[in-house]
């Protein structure tokens, strides 16, 4: 798989964080549906700029197009839904774009023909005095090994997608079970879990984590759609580092990975991936395990 940025400087006026997640999110929807060449362009068009996304992967059925950023709605997939998710994605981004005075829309010559995404946002003139060009937001720490726990498929990938852009080596859980074993065989440094798990909640999730020697060592960043004061100190008498609040910014993760000492010990590596080895990205809930 390829990703490819291009294109030239447009000036608009908009939440960062917000434009970063709408990338990541189309960028993920590409890589998920198929797509091995994914190129990403910016561009002025009048007094639109736009941000494209374009994939080589299973193309749009015409039918979808004109509803195909509303929530819930997905192309046509076999029983065992091999790309899961909520089909929330698109409609996400579809309303940052719209909350921006701008909007998303959706091009495809048809099933296999890949598909085009276009973000389009209110441009406005550059600055008489043009600012430094500055590096793209990053996190600024060192590589490190992150579980994400999250129970819904569109937040866990667009989480894991935007860590992996940042040079994370990242293992992502759709449940606690999962993210347990994931301690002994993977040995991450941070762990982001949301708080609303279905089964074994966040909070006992925490509380189990901490009693073993990895989990012990490990920074817990619980994720929450809730951040008022009791919630906070829930999540810290439950074993939590850090309560981020979703949606969760850049940075708000640079807050948390700030947690970690500067670099993890030489012999600190699980034995399974100094034997194995292990990829910058994989997923745990890809090959679920027996439930008996």
């Not at 434009?19 to 999110?25: A, S």
């Not at 990403?40 to 195909?68: C, F, K, N, T, Y």
């Not at 981004?93 to 005075?101: D, I, M, T």
């Not at 430094?132 to 997608?161: F, G, H, Y």
Request: a neutral charge.
């Amino acid at each position: 798989m390829a990703v490819q940025a291009c294109g030239e400087p447009v000036w608009v006026n908009a939440d960062p964080a917000r434009v970063q997640q709408m990338v990541c999110n189309l960028v993920q929807n590409a890589i998920k549906y198929g797509g091995n060449n994914v190129r990403v362009s910016v561009a002025a068009a009048g007094d639109r700029a736009q941000v494209s996304v374009a994939d080589d992967g299973q193309g749009i059925e015409a039918g979808l197009l004109p509803i195909l950023c509303e929530p819930f709605v997905q192309g046509k997939q076999s029983i065992d839904r091999p790309q899961g998710g909520l089909g929330l994605g698109l409609a996400v981004v579809r309303q940052l774009a719209l909350s921006h005075g701008g909007h998303l829309s959706a091009h495809s010559e048809g099933p296999g023909k890949g598909a085009i995404f276009t973000i389009a946002l209110p441009r406005i003139a550059s600055p008489a005095t043009p600012a430094r060009q500055e590096a793209p937001e990053a996190l600024e720490v060192t590589k490190s090994r992150v579980l994400v726990v999250e129970d819904q498929d569109d937040a866990r990938e667009a989480l894991r997608s935007l860590l992996q852009l940042q040079g994370q080596e990242v293992l992502a859980a759709a449940n606690a079970e999962d993210a347990l074993a994931a301690f002994e065989t993977f040995g991450p440094d941070i762990a982001l879990v949301d708080i609303g798990l279905p089964g074994m909640n966040g909070f006992e999730f925490a509380r189990r984590v901490r009693a073993t020697r990895r989990g012990n060592k490990a920074v817990l960043a619980a994720l929450s759609g809730y951040g008022r004061d009791e919630d906070r100190r829930n999540t810290a008498k439950a074993g939590f580092d850090i309560h981020l609040t979703k949606p969760v910014t850049l940075h708000e993760l640079r807050s948390a990975f700030g947690l970690l000492p500067r670099a993890r010990p030489a012999n600190d590596t699980p034995a399974a991936v100094t034997q194995a080895g292990l990829p910058t990205v994989r997923s745990v809930d890809e090959h679920p395990a027996k439930q008996g």
